[in-house]
Every structure is written in C-alpha cells, then in structure tokens.
C-alpha cells in the first residue's frame, strides 16, 4: 500500500508550552476513543504534527471517514514517504501520479524543512514536475487550480508525499476546556449548542428532563439517540434523566398559568446546577436563542438566569432559526430532532405565557411552596446511561 500514514496538522493550538502538550496529549485520546470498536491504532505524535500508521487499505478508509469529525484537526493528508534521495522521490511521485488514468492537471509544491537537504526548493519542485510530466502521459501543469496538488515534505526523518489536503473539523479537542453541563431537550437546538461547545473543546455531560406519563419513552429514546450521535465528535457522554413529573405538576398546581413556564425554566435550571455541583462540570450549556419563543426574551432569560451565578453558556444567542437548522442538519441531528414526540415543556406550556416575567412576581408567587425537597428527590432519582453504548456503537458505525 502506497500511503502508509495519516499527517495530521493541529488546529487552533495556543503556542504555550505545556498547553501545547495537553492539546495534542488529549487530541490522541480523542482519536484513540473514536477508534475504539477496532484494533488500537498507531500513533506517533510530533511538536507540529501527529502521525497515523494506515496499516490496510480498510483503516485507511474508517481513517478518512472519522478524521473529519474530530475537533482539534485543522487539516490531514494520507501520506507516502520516500527516502531523501531524488530518485526514491520520483519513485514514490510517480507511483502516487500514475494513480490518476484520466486527464489530470497537477502542481508539485515543496516544503524543506530540513535545510540540509542538498537541492533548493525551486530545483526540486523542476526536477519532479519535468520528470512526471516525461513519464505520465495524462498529466498536464496547472499551478493556479490544479486536479492534484501533489505535495513534498522533506523533513528530518524522510521525504513525505501527498496529493491533497483535506479540512479537519477544526476547533479544539473536547476536553482540553474542562466540563460543562448540557440541558438537553428532544429538540433542534440543545444538540447543536452540544455540538459548538464541544468545538471549543468542553467535554460535556447532558442532563434531560421528562414527565412520564405525559412524556412517553419514544420522547426518551430520542433524546438519547441524540445524546449518541453527539457522542462522535471525539468523547464519551454521559446522560443523566431527571424525573421532573411531581416538580411539573406542583408548579402547574401553584403558580399562575401565565408564569409557570418561567418557573418550570427556573426549576429545571436548579436542578441542572445542583447536578453540575455534584458531577464537578464549571458550566451549564443550553440551547437558547434570543427572541426564539416567549421563555427566551431577554427578560425571561433573566429570571431564569437569576436562580444561580454558575455560568450559562448559550452559544446559541444570536443564531436564527435557520442557522441553526443548517447546522442540525450537517452534524446529523435535525432528522432525530423533527420527529414529533411531546416535550415536558411543550405540554404543560400554558396559552399565554409572560414574554416579559418580572423576577420579583415570580419569586412571590414561588415563595408558597417547598421546592427543594423535590429538587433533591429528583436528582436522588435520576438514571445515568453513558454513551456511546456497545449496541448503539454498532449502529452508529453503520451510519459512518
Ligand atoms: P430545543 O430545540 O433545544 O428544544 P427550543 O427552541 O425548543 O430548544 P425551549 O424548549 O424553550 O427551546 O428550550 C430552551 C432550552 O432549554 C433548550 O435548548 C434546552 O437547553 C433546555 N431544555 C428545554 N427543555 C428541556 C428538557 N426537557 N430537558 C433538558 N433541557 C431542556
Ligand atoms: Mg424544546
């Protein structure tokens, strides 16, 4: 087999030190853990570079299908390598070339790091164009836009060739910044807002909340195929339901109609902080959208933000609809998130709800009833489930 490692370029890497080496350190586990179902790949990191031993053309193959997904990869390439001697190089370039049978415009661009190495840049980069264009009748020189930029490396330990950069997902390796809470509902938006979280590198661990009976197990199943497709962007995820039934009804039971969904955001956000307490996560991540619906004015936002100081990260503020629906779509949630299962919310949302609440009603209209007895009982009661889980790590490898 021709390529025999995967390069891997980093992404946005903070030039510091030891950062620098918890980057690519954590970077590697990442991309160990979304190869986990198959033989434990072979990695050897590099101050700039990672690299990936191929091994078959089958790993080669799950290699260029999973690498995308990772967060931390600026960009990667299926490499050859040749020995730094220009007869191994033109060997190995024209190997590479003859590949492409049909008409095919090409470029040869060379990088020499090592300074050593006896011919100039522009010297190399002649010498090979001149000496494929001789022996690969389909190929013609196109340096502006060419088919196949055919790229030279030649470094310390060898000559590397490649035809072809491929973009990586960018951003940073999940993880690298720390753990934050996620609030997940069956919807569009909470996936997504996991999805650019986990961007910026935050590991994320999700809490949903569900009303049985009036939330049926359909509504559950889906929040956790959500929870596993989020799951392959590079880390485990661990799930935890809150039974919110008797929170729910309380509310419905105690509070004007008007107000209570104002309430039930607060309750949920308690909660959700208490959780982050006790799983040691910094933040709490949800997927609002200023304006989006009545619970998300900006006066809303913040009576509800007013229950706890543990940041609230929305990364979803300033999106429109459609933006984000774009996104849902590219990272493969909006299909799951469309079906039309009841939310806990959706259903004991009240008619008219209060698109301005002002904080000191809804304190005074709460302040009748024992709340945080209930709020200890639900997190007592919630069930955990970590994902990916084995069966469902099979279908999603399906999907790839
Ligand atoms: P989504 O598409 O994420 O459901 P939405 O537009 O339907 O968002 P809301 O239902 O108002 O908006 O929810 C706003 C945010 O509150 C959600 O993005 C999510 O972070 C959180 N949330 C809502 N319902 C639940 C729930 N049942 N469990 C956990 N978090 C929830
Ligand atoms: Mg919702």
Do not use: W
């Not at 020995?83 to 190997?95: G, L, Q």
């Amino acid at each position: 087999m021709m390529y025999k490692e995967i390069l891997i370029r980093y992404g946005e890497l903070s030039t510091k030190g030891k950062n620098k080496k918890d980057f690519i350190a954590r970077l590697r586990e990442n991309i160990r853990y979304s190869f986990a179902d198959l033989a434990p790949l072979k990695i050897r990191t590099e101050r700039d570079r990672m690299f990936i031993e191929t091994e078959t053309e089958e790993r080669l193959e799950q290699l260029m299908t999973r690498l995308p997904k990772i967060f931390g990869i600026q960009s990667f390439s299926a490499v050859a390598s040749a020995d730094k001697n220009m007869d191994a190089i033109k060997a190995v370039a024209h190997e590479i070339m003859a590949q492409y049978t049909d008409e095919t415009t090409f470029k040869v661009e060379v990088k020499r790091t090592d300074k050593k190495f006896p011919m100039e840049t522009h010297d190399i980069q002649r010498d090979l164009g001149g000496y494929l264009l001789t022996h690969l009748d389909q190929l013609s020189v196109d340096v502006k836009n060419p088919q196949v930029p055919l790229r030279v490396e030649i470094r310390e330990d060898a000559a590397y060739l490649m035809a072809g950069v491929i973009k990586g997902a960018g951003g940073m390796p999940v993880g690298s910044n720390g753990k934050s809470l996620l609030m997940l509902s069956g919807g569009i938006d909470s996936p997504v807002a996991a999805y650019l979280m986990m961007k910026r590198g935050v590991r994320i661990e999700a809490v949903h909340f569900f009303s049985p009976p009036y939330t049926s197990q359909n509504s559950l199943q889906k929040v956790m195929d959500l929870t596993n497709i989020c799951t392959q962007f590079g880390a485990r995820i661990r799930l935890h339901i809150i039974p919110f039934t008797e929170i729910q009804t309380l509310i419905k039971d105690r509070v004007p109609a008007n107000i209570s969904m104002t309430t039930t955001r607060r309750m949920m956000m308690k909660v959700a902080d208490q959780l982050r307490e006790e799983i040691g996560a910094l933040g709490i991540v949800t997927g609002e959208s200023l304006g989006q619906v009545a619970s998300q004015t900006l006066q809303s936002l913040t009576a509800i933000n007013d229950v706890t100081s543990t940041p609230v990260l929305r990364p979803l503020l300033s999106y429109d609809k459609l933006e984000i629906i774009d996104i849902a779509e590219k990272i493969g949630t909006y299909e799951t998130s469309i079906l039309p299962y009841e939310d806990c919310c959706t259903i004991f949302t009240p008619s008219n709800p209060k698109t301005k609440p002002k904080l000191e009603k809804v304190e005074y209209y709460e302040s009748f009833t024992e709340f945080d007895e209930l709020i200890e009982k639900a997190i007592r009661n919630r069930e955990t489930h970590v994902f990916p889980r084995k069966e469902a790590a099979d279908k999603f490898a399906d999907l790839l």
